[in-house]
């Protein structure tokens, strides 16, 4: 089993900014990739950011050049950084973890969310 701590959701004005990060434990082999994933009111689960163990990076059109997602050296936490942040931005953040237990079996895990509102 993979588990993930988040961390770093809030209440944020219009154009500010917000770091959230993710850790990831447990019987971990290997990191494929981790990313953000988001579920607004009323809306279907959509990506975010990811990153792969290679650091390849991928964003979804709403977000470029506003958000950066990173990892550290071991691949077990990532961080995402929300610059210009819009109403629209708000939503229940989800991290995502994909890869091999010790056990070598491939495992997808997800973080319980934090919540991000960007209102004024």
């Known amino acids: 089993q993979v588990q993930l701590v988040e961390s770093g959701g809030g209440l944020v004005q219009p154009g500010g900014s917000l770091r959230l990060s993710c850790t990831a434990s447990?019987?971990?082999?290997?990191?494929?990739?981790m990313g953000w994933y988001r579920q607004g009111p009323g809306k279907e689960r959509e990506l975010v950011a990811n990153?792969?163990?290679?650091?390849?990076?991928n964003y979804a059109d709403s977000v470029k050049g506003r958000f950066t997602i990173s990892t550290n050296n071991a691949k077990n936490t990532v961080w995402l950084q929300m610059n210009s942040l819009k109403p629209e931005d708000t939503a229940v953040y989800y991290c995502?973890?994909?890869?091999?237990?010790?056990?070598?079996?491939?495992?997808?895990?997800w973080g319980a969310g934090t919540q991000v509102t960007v209102s004024s």
């Open positions: 995502n973890f994909r890869g091999l237990t010790r056990q070598l079996l491939s495992i997808i895990s």
């Open positions: 990153i792969s163990s290679g650091d390849l990076t």
């Open positions: 447990g019987s971990i082999f290997r990191t494929n990739a």
